[in-house]
């Protein structure tokens, strides 16, 4: 059974790709800080049928991430990564606090490239695999108060767009995918969406997706119909 390791899999985005890749047949290993959300959704995944692990990690931490894919990749079949874990403070640029923006680049950008550089070795062993990052519409445009987190994605833009040139025409499929805001936990601290409820739900997201993974670049624009 093929693994795909899925960060930020304890809820939104991650937990609903987590249930479709389930439901495909993968072994998923739910990645993240709260080992409390992931064993959620890895009990949701078992009682549907799925097969599922919890791997608590932080991504930033280079020790944490490589020891833990190591131990990981010792166990499993790894066949891919997605990429979703992710934060975002908004506000007037100005009015940033230094603790937010390292956390944005640290989580953001670090966090996805040191997840890919442990993970991609044993892909390229393989012969074959997929890495898949989460990016947001916010990394192809700037947008208002959201300069240091578009930044962030902008990064992860160009580090995903290389990996694609790089590995063009390899069995490693890279994807690229950015859409708008979801109706989502995320904003749960925040002020900066008035009204999550008009924004594509993060199951309807995952779906389309899922239906478009072998596109090398797919966008979802946040608002409903």
């Known amino acids: ?42 009990n949701e995944l078992a009682d549907g ?23 990981l990749c010792g166990k499993y079949d790894v066949y891919g990564l997605v990429n979703n874990a992710g934060v975002g403070h908004f506000g007037p640029f100005g009015d940033m606090d230094d603790a937010q923006i390292v956390e944005m680049l640290d989580t953001n950008v670090l966090g996805t490239i040191l997840m890919t550089k442990a993970v991609l070795p044993i892909l390229l062993g393989r012969r074959e695999g997929r890495i898949m990052n989460i990016i947001s519409t916010a990394g192809l445009r700037g947008k208002v108060n959201e300069a240091v987190y578009c930044a962030s994605k902008f990064a992860v833009r160009g580090f995903t767009e290389s990996l694609q040139k790089e590995f063009e025409g390899r069995s490693i499929k890279i994807n690229a995918v950015y859409m708008g805001g979801m109706d989502t936990p995320f904003w749960t601290d925040s002020d900066h969406v008035k009204d999550p409820s008009r924004l594509r739900s993060a199951r309807e997201v995952a779906e389309f997706i899922m239906e478009q993974m072998e596109q090398d670049t797919i966008v979802i624009e946040s608002k409903k119909g």
């Open 1 to 42: 059974m093929k693994t795909i390791i899925i960060t930020g899999g304890g809820s939104g985005l991650g937990k609903e790709l987590a249930l479709l890749f389930s439901q495909k047949g993968y072994h998923v290993v739910l990645a993240g800080r709260t080992v409390e959300k992931l064993s959620s959704v890895r």
């Open 49 to 71: 049928g799925g097969n599922a692990d919890v791997m608590v990690v932080d991504i930033r931490n280079r020790e944490d991430v490589f020891s833990k894919v190591k131990e």
